[in-house]
């Protein structure tokens, strides 16, 4: 399906409540019919054939929450979205760009390969590892800056997705951190899902055994609790290139 062959699948850990990461500690919160013969019959001529709608081109550009650690392909954030949406009649493709453990530094070293040409909307979903890693916020919002206008650069819609400091960061980095997306979102003026773990951080029959990461059914959850702006920003750019 479309993009599929985008997809990065690499094993590493993520925080439980809100950010991801490898080999982290277990306090850590955690995509005609040819002109008829002249004076042919009426019934020899093959009509046109109808134009089809073009499907819809997203990539999920994220860390292990996009890229699904420990999940089977059709049990990832991308595939479970990509079916609901199928589900609501909307023909889209979303492939899966997420790289377990990356941070905004990295999403935009590779965000000019990880989404091909003929992308039309990019899931944003960075800056996780930045706060559980204690970077400063300052640098995780000047990376999602440049990434958002490298994809708008290429008319590539952005929707972005969210995160939440760790608690044990302390207050003034969370009041930091917490600012950037709400601040992305209205700088670049692109739609903003705040907070990707909502309904599953703090429910542990919806996360693996480890602890920290969602399961298939808490995946599931995500995409209920995504599914309306998801629905929006898929129409919109259905209704943009039909």
Partial sequence: MGFKAVGLQLGAVMLS?????G???ATVWAQQAAPAQQE????DVVPDAPV???QVQII???DSLMAGYQLQ???SLTSQLEKALHDKGLNVSIGNAGVSGDTSEGGLARVDWSVPDGTDGVILELGANDALRGIAPEATEKNLSMIIEKLQARKMQVLLVGMIAPPNMGGDYAKRFNGIYKRLADRYKVPLYPFIL?????NPSLKLSDGMHPNAQGVGVMVQHMLPIMQSFTKALEDKIN
Avoid: Q, R
Avoid at 40 to 43: D, G, I, L, T, V
Avoid at 198 to 202: F, M, N, S, Y
């Fill in 17 to 21: 409540f809100m950010a991801i990461s």
């Fill in 23 to 25: 080999a982290t500690p």
């Fill in 40 to 43: 042919a019959p009426m019934e």
């Fill in 52 to 54: 089809s709608e073009k």
């Fill in 60 to 62: 999920g550009l994220g």
């Fill in 73 to 75: 392909g059709d049990e």
């Fill in 198 to 202: 909502d309904g599953v951080a703090t």
